[in-house]
Structures are given as C-alpha cells and as structure tokens.
C-alpha cells in the first residue's frame, strides 16, 4: 500500500507540464580554481556521533548492544565493505536503522 501510495505520487508529479522553454544560464567557472576544503564529517573519520549515542542510550541500547550488534552484521555482510570492519559511525547506523525497525513493529506500522 505504502509503494502504490509512492508509486502514484511519483506518477503524478511526472504528469506535471514541465517548461522546456526556460533559457538555463551557464555559469562560468574557468577562471575560479579556488578549493574549499571542507571539515572532516564525523562520517569521513568513522567516528560515533555523541547525539546518535544519546539517542541510542535513551531507548536503552547501550554501547555493547551496538557492538554486538556490529559483530553480527560485519559476519553477515552487513558493513559498506566486506573487507573491512565497519566504524563506529557506521555501526551506530546500523544500530539506528534496527532501532527505527523495533520501533515501527511497536507501533504496529510493520510486521
């Protein structure tokens, strides 16, 4: 039911007239080789983003509970690499994502 829902508003949007008229500007760039070096994101450096931790620790799924959580997943091929371990931030990740799982069986959203 969800994907028809999804399905039809894709379906409309899709029906919508589009102006293939409208001039696009090209934006020159040649002369700018300025790079910005952005921050490393707590992604970039595998770290564990404190407010997931909270969020995790605050439905009672501690630091362990991540981890053995990770250990499963890393045996069954859960992580972004299948030759490496996965990092904090992507076990916190995985443990959200099965957090949102429990969740949405409680509520009675899915089975």
Do not use: H, W
Not at 10 to 39: H, K, M, N, Q, W
Not at 60 to 85: F, H, K, M, R
């Amino acid at each position: 039911m969800i994907i028809a829902a999804c399905l039809s508003a894709c379906g409309e949007a899709d029906e919508a007239s589009l102006d293939d008229s409208a001039a696009v500007e090209e934006i020159d760039t040649s002369e700018d080789d300025t790079v910005i070096e952005e921050p490393e994101s707590e992604f970039e450096k595998g770290e564990a983003v404190p407010e997931t931790t909270e969020r995790l620790r605050s439905v009672g799924i501690t630091d362990d509970v991540v981890q053995q959580l990770a250990e499963v997943g890393q045996v069954n091929n859960y992580g972004l690499s299948i030759e490496q371990p996965m990092t904090e931030f992507e076990k916190q990740g995985l443990a959200i994502g099965q957090m949102m799982n429990c969740q949405d069986v409680n509520a009675g959203d899915r089975t």
